[in-house]
């Protein structure tokens, strides 16, 4: 799909910047919890996992994993994905939204990893991002789940969770990205975006934080701590959403 720019958002409410012994212990208390986080989409192998990402905007990782289950047994690798055509990747995924564009990309971007790439997915990000559909956060997904590289992906969770603990404050994406690369300790840095995207979807979540369960509560700037507040309570900056309620969040 289109990249969607990363707009400024709305002034973050001001909190304090974590120090960052506190950064280094709040990374501490999510690696003694989990210490090899995991996403919740499904793959099998680079591509499938670049698909996946990018048919994930504006998408659950459920929703897209339903559509996948069918998609990735047909059609695997590049090759597989451009027989399958247009059609046969339209049927798969029209239970996700945005679904005819998504899957012209999907053929296309399948096309161009065989013209330019010997239909392997690169590991650089310059290459990543010349695919169709494929913008900065989502190379930032495949470049650190595939390859291994210390990158770190800024959805709507990471967005909130940086801003609403004072551990990255930003009014972008790109800017609490900066903040988190140039802030993370080192040996924490690979498994940053899994810990805080899964942070923010289950613990820190916009409407209704479940601060009582939050193992970095000690540290969280949130001046709005709760135990258990009511949905709208709970206040914070959300990434801007445009007429159609979508985020501008790249993708």
């Known amino acids: 799909m289109p990249n969607l720019t990363e707009n400024v958002m709305p002034a973050p409410k001001a909190h304090s910047k974590l120090k ?12 003694a919890r989990d210490p090899a986080p995991r996403g919740e989409l499904n793959y099998t192998n680079p591509f499938t996992l670049l698909v996946a990402v990018v048919l994930s905007a504006q998408a659950t990782d459920i929703g897209v994993n339903k559509a996948t289950r069918g998609l990735f047994a047909a059609a695997d690798t590049p090759d597989k994905m451009v027989s399958l055509g247009l ?21 296309a971007l399948s096309e161009k990893l065989i013209a330019e790439f010997g ?3 690169p590991g650089n990000r310059e290459a990543l991002e010349s695919l169709p559909g494929v913008g900065r956060k989502t190379a930032n997904v495949v470049l650190n789940i ?17 801003n609403r603990t004072g551990l990255a404050p930003g009014r972008t994406p790109r800017e609490v990205e900066d903040a988190l690369v140039s802030s993370v300790p080192e ?19 916009a409407r209704k934080p479940d601060c009582p369960a939050c193992i970095i509560r000690g540290w969280c700037r949130f001046e709005d701590k709760t135990a ?8 914070t900056t959300s990434p801007a959403r445009k007429r159609d309620g979508t985020q501008t969040l790249d993708d």
């Open 119 to 121: 239909s392997e997915v």
């Open 228 to 235: 258990g507040a009511s949905p709208g309570e709970a206040k």
């Open 146 to 162: 595939a390859f291994g590289q210390p990158t770190i992906a800024v959805d709507t969770h990471l967005f909130r969770v940086g």
């Open 187 to 205: 040996r924490y840095v690979l498994h940053a975006h899994h810990w805080l995207i899964l942070h923010g979807r289950y613990v820190c979540k």
């Open 20 to 31: 960052p012994d506190e950064i280094a212990a709040l990374f501490g208390a999510f690696a």
């Open 87 to 107: 059609d046969g990747i339209t049927g798969h995924i029209r239970t996700i939204g945005l679904f005819r564009t998504k899957a012209k990309n999907v053929l």
